[in-house]
């Protein structure tokens, strides 16, 4: 009876075990190109990091394909990540530098100079929540706004950083971080008052 005690909590123990060292455990076996282990990362980060993809590239099956894409680099640089900060963070570099890269081949980013505005708004039959409101005013915001508003209010990036990825001077990346804000708050200024949420 002690016996089956003592390998029951050994079980336990073994189990809470590889639990705690599960993301330790996935990397070491994806630098040695376990499939099962490449399936369980996709699986656990996938739909984080369509997302990711989603909030640079409107068009979702594109965005599908750049993800897999980053899965893909994912996997083949695997040995580069050196444990040091999130991996899911590292992962989500990835797909952000994947994003820009798809953007980059399409020519989607413009070197524009002139100001750019927002198409004239639909008009909108009933109320939506401002959430909602938000996220199509930032999905309609000109290309070049939008790359920057995203890396910089939705992933976190410096100005520093963005003038890196896309290859721009820093006051061009808070000069179209202050045209992307001004141009939200005024289309969805506009947006109450069409409401009467004034």
């Not at 076996?29 to 656990?44: P, S």
């Not at 990711?52 to 640089?77: P, Q, R």
Request: hydrophobic share 40%; glycine share 4%; with cysteine.
């Amino acid at each position: 009876m002690l016996k089956t005690i003592q390998i029951q909590n050994n079980q336990i123990g073994q189990t809470f075990l590889e639990n705690a060292n599960e993301a330790t455990y996935n990397i070491r076996a994806l630098t040695k190109g376990d499939e099962r282990a490449q399936k369980a990362v996709y699986e656990t980060f996938a739909p984080k990091m369509l997302a990711a993809c989603c909030n640079f590239i409107s068009d979702k099956t594109l965005a599908e394909e750049v993800m897999h894409n980053g899965f893909v680099k994912v996997f083949f640089n695997i040995k580069k990540y050196k444990n040091e900060g999130s991996f899911e963070g590292w992962i989500r570099k990835i797909m952000i530098r994947e994003s820009l890269s798809f953007l980059r081949k399409k020519k989607f980013i413009i070197a524009s100079q002139s100001d750019v505005i927002l198409e004239k708004q639909k008009t909108y039959q009933k109320p939506v929540e401002e959430v909602s409101e938000i996220q199509r005013l930032i999905e309609q915001l000109p290309i070049e706004f939008k790359l920057v508003f995203n890396l910089y209010a939705i992933e976190g990036y410096s100005h520093k950083e963005i003038s890196e990825l896309l290859k721009i001077p820093e006051t061009t990346s808070k000069t179209r971080l202050f045209r992307a804000r001004k141009l939200l708050k005024e289309q969805l200024q506009t947006i109450k008052k069409a409401h009467g949420r004034f």
